[in-house]
Each structure stands twice: as structure tokens, then as C-alpha cells.
């Protein structure tokens, strides 16, 4: 098993260390950080960031608001579809996606690998399927465009299974190697899941929009730019849930340090770590 990890969506919104914790100028540096993995069940990718369609004609596949908000740059080389090619593969090898949710920005480039399964929690699609992801956000969060396409969807419940240091796990990913699991994490939206990828040098845990600064996790002490803070706090739909779960994967961070490596979509420094 081989994983590289992509940007597949540069964000600038207005603010600057007031979002991002660290750049001085008037724009933050925000990431879409996902994953392709190289399997014996074929390329797997974990979120897709934003697709060619997006770049071609933001409009309607992105709301306004959002738009306006997050200020993505919609590269086209920063697609997952481009940077799959360039690693030396083509499309058609990308057999699976891992979605942790359907937010605009994670689900962008499923169109983009029409024959790829697409696995995610039941609930996730079926409140993204009604856009019901909070009164004024639901409606501009979830973007049916982005998926209507796509026929080949593998649905699982979101607890039930074996534990995974605690935390509820949903494994035997249909078609999927039994490293990859998916560790429910709702909060940020009701189907929101991580995924855990069991590695020759132990476990990655990819939390999504569990968390979205490096200073929520780790030792402490713990800090999170306001804007930022702001931003989860848009987004969420379940509080209560949201900071507990953050809660755990602190708790996670800290016990097992040696064992588990934790990062989430959208913060810049741990993207950089990683990536090299």
C-alpha cells in the first residue's frame, strides 16, 4: 500500500492568521487534503476536493455564499483527476472513493470517476440527497450536482461495528482491503466519518472536518484561529456531538501518539508534513 497525499483545493478566504493561525497577509492559505491510495483493489481515493466542473462553471455546482466565503482558487491542476494522471495513472484505475461527507468540497470530483464506487454512511447521503444540513447552510453546503451522476454507491450504517480504539468502526468496506475503515464522527454534519488506514508504520487517521487546525489536537496547549472557530461553528449541526467527539480524538492524540497519526482537510501545516 502507497498513499499520496493531494491539495485538490487551495482556499484564501479574507482574514489571513485570523483563519490559517500563521499568514500575515490579508488572504489565509486553507488545503482539500486528500488521499489516493494504491491497493490491490485498485486506486482509492478519500475525498475528492473540488472537480474539473467546478473549474469550468463554478456556478451552480458552488453556492454564492460559499464562494464569496471560502474563495477558492478552482485549479484545474489541483483536481484529483489531473494529479491522478500525472502520478502515471489513468482514471479508469481509480475503482474506489471514501467520502467522509458531502460538503462541496469533498465531493467535488466524484463525477470526475464515473466508474468508481462511492463509499460513505447512509445518513450522510440521505440528508445531503434532502439538503438538510442546517436551515441556511443545508441548502448551500450540499450541492446534488456534484453527485447526481453517480450510480455506483455503497451505503453503511454509522455504528454497530468492532471498536476502534474506541471509537465505533465500520469495516469490510465492500470491495475495499480491510485496512480502510471508516470511524464515525458526526457533529460537523450527521454522516460525517473519518477514515482509518492501517499502515506498515502504524494508523493515519484522516478526521475530516472533525477538527480543522493543528492546535485543536496533540499535547496542548489548544488553540484554534477565531475565524476558524467561527467557521466550525457555521457548519455544524450537531454541537453537542461536534466538540465531544473533538474531545475523543484529542484524548486519541494525546494516548496514542505513537500509534495513530491524526490530521484533518483543511489545515495547510499538517498537509505540508505530510505531503514530504
Given at each position: 500500500?502507497?498513499?499520496?497525499?493531494?491539495?485538490?483545493?487551495?482556499?484564501?478566504?479574507?482574514?489571513?492568521?485570523?483563519?490559517?493561525?500563521?499568514?500575515?497577509?490579508?488572504?489565509?492559505?486553507?488545503?482539500?487534503?486528500?488521499?489516493?491510495?494504491?491497493?490491490?483493489?485498485?486506486?482509492?481515493?478519500?475525498?475528492?476536493?473540488?472537480?474539473?466542473?467546478?473549474?469550468?462553471?463554478?456556478?451552480?455546482?458552488?453556492?454564492?455564499?460559499?464562494?464569496?466565503?471560502?474563495?477558492?482558487?478552482?485549479?484545474?491542476?489541483?483536481?484529483?483527476?489531473?494529479?491522478?494522471?500525472?502520478?502515471?495513472?489513468?482514471?479508469?484505475?481509480v475503482r474506489h472513493i471514501v467520502i467522509t461527507h458531502l460538503d462541496f468540497d469533498h465531493a467535488g470530483g466524484i463525477e470526475d470517476?464515473?466508474?468508481?464506487?462511492?463509499?460513505?454512511?447512509?445518513?450522510?447521503?440521505?440528508?445531503?440527497?434532502?439538503?438538510?444540513?442546517?436551515?441556511?447552510?443545508?441548502?448551500?453546503?450540499?450541492?446534488?450536482?456534484?453527485?447526481?451522476?453517480?450510480?455506483?454507491?455503497?451505503?453503511?450504517?454509522?455504528?454497530?461495528?468492532?471498536?476502534?480504539?474506541?471509537?465505533?468502526?465500520?469495516?469490510?468496506?465492500?470491495?475495499?482491503?480491510?485496512?480502510?475503515?471508516?470511524?464515525?464522527?458526526?457533529?460537523?454534519?450527521?454522516?460525517?466519518?473519518?477514515?482509518?488506514?492501517?499502515?506498515?508504520?502504524?494508523?493515519?487517521?484522516?478526521?475530516?472536518?472533525?477538527?480543522?487546525?493543528?492546535?485543536?489536537?496533540?499535547?496542548?496547549?489548544?488553540?484554534?484561529?477565531?475565524?476558524?472557530?467561527?467557521?466550525?461553528?457555521?457548519?455544524?449541526?450537531?454541537?453537542?456531538?461536534?466538540?465531544?467527539?473533538?474531545?475523543?480524538?484529542?484524548?486519541?492524540?494525546?494516548?496514542?501518539?505513537?500509534?495513530?497519526?491524526?490530521?484533518?482537510?483543511?489545515?495547510?501545516?499538517?498537509?505540508?508534513?505530510?505531503?514530504?
Amino acid at each position: 500500500m502507497r498513499i499520496h497525499h493531494l491539495n485538490c483545493g487551495t482556499c484564501c478566504p479574507v482574514g489571513g492568521r485570523l483563519f490559517d493561525g500563521q499568514t500575515d497577509a490579508a488572504l489565509a492559505h486553507l488545503v482539500c487534503h486528500c488521499l489516493l491510495i494504491e491497493s490491490e483493489a485498485g486506486l482509492v481515493l478519500i475525498d475528492t476536493g473540488y472537480g474539473l466542473r467546478e473549474v469550468d462553471a463554478p456556478r451552480p455546482r458552488l453556492s454564492p455564499f460559499f464562494l464569496a466565503l471560502n474563495n477558492p482558487q478552482l485549479r484545474r491542476e489541483e483536481t484529483a483527476v489531473e494529479q491522478v494522471r500525472r502520478l502515471g495513472f489513468d482514471t479508469a484505475d481509480v475503482r474506489h472513493i471514501v467520502i467522509t461527507h458531502l460538503d462541496f468540497d469533498h465531493a467535488g470530483g466524484i463525477e470526475d470517476f464515473p466508474n468508481a464506487a462511492v463509499h460513505l454512511t447512509a445518513r450522510e447521503k440521505e440528508v445531503a440527497d434532502a439538503r438538510a444540513g442546517g436551515a441556511f447552510v443545508g441548502t448551500r453546503r450540499y450541492r446534488p450536482c456534484q453527485w447526481d451522476e453517480a450510480e455506483n454507491w455503497r451505503l453503511y450504517p454509522l455504528g454497530g461495528g468492532e471498536r476502534w480504539f474506541g471509537f465505533d468502526a465500520v469495516r469490510d468496506l465492500e470491495g475495499l482491503p480491510p485496512e480502510i475503515l471508516l470511524i464515525p464522527l458526526a457533529g460537523h454534519t450527521w454522516g460525517h466519518a473519518g477514515v482509518a488506514i492501517d499502515t506498515p508504520d502504524g494508523w493515519l487517521l484522516y478526521a475530516g472536518d472533525a477538527y480543522f487546525f493543528h492546535g485543536e489536537v496533540g499535547p496542548g496547549p489548544y488553540r484554534c484561529p477565531p475565524g476558524l472557530r467561527g467557521y466550525q461553528t457555521l457548519m455544524e449541526v450537531d454541537r453537542a456531538a461536534r466538540l465531544a467527539n473533538q474531545r475523543r480524538l484529542r484524548a486519541l492524540s494525546r494516548e496514542h501518539a505513537g500509534e495513530v497519526r491524526m490530521f484533518c482537510a483543511h489545515d495547510a501545516t499538517e498537509f505540508a508534513l505530510l505531503a514530504t
